[in-house]
């Protein structure tokens, strides 16, 4: 029998997570405290780690291929410069306590979140878990930080 474990599932899994802590984030910008800082940190931890991982252990064990080529990676990874830039706008605002302007970067972070995500789970996330080994992906899933 295959191993039935999925990168796309796991790491859908932290998108969904990086997501309740942009909820949060949210909530406290509304109520224009200062607070907003705390769930920024803790998010921007999470994101910088999801992205780095990916950068650097995910996208160059999956192979360009029909399905996915290297543009389509070459993609992703200006997608994270892009929600880097609007993370640093993000804190520059929360620390001036610019809440309007924050609440607009952090909207700014939804959108781009959303999209990127799709393309990864429905795009690198697959290809990953259709070319790699089930021991290779439970490795790397182990590298990522939090085992499976």
């Known amino acids: ?24 984030l949210v909530r406290a910008l509304e109520k224009n405290s200062a607070d907003a800082a705390r769930p920024l940190q803790t998010m921007a931890e999470r994101l910088d780690h999801h992205m780095e991982w990916e950068e650097k252990v995910l996208f160059p064990a999956v192979p360009p291929s029909p399905r996915l080529a290297s543009r389509h990676v070459e993609s992703l ?26 609440c607009h970067a952090a909207d700014d972070l939804r ?26 992906r439970r490795r790397m899933a182990e590298s990522f930080g939090r085992a499976p």
């Open 1 to 24: 029998m295959a191993d039935p474990f999925s990168l796309d599932d796991f790491l859908a899994e932290d998108h969904k997570k990086i997501d309740e802590y942009l909820i949060f």
């Open 111 to 136: 959108v781009f979140l959303q999209g990127h995500n799709r393309d990864e789970e429905y795009g690198i996330y697959v290809e990953a878990d259709r070319v790699l080994g089930a021991s290779e």
């Open 77 to 102: 990874t200006i997608d994270h410069e892009r929600i880097r830039r609007v993370m640093n706008e993000l804190a520059s605002a929360i620390s001036h306590r610019q809440f309007s302007e924050a």
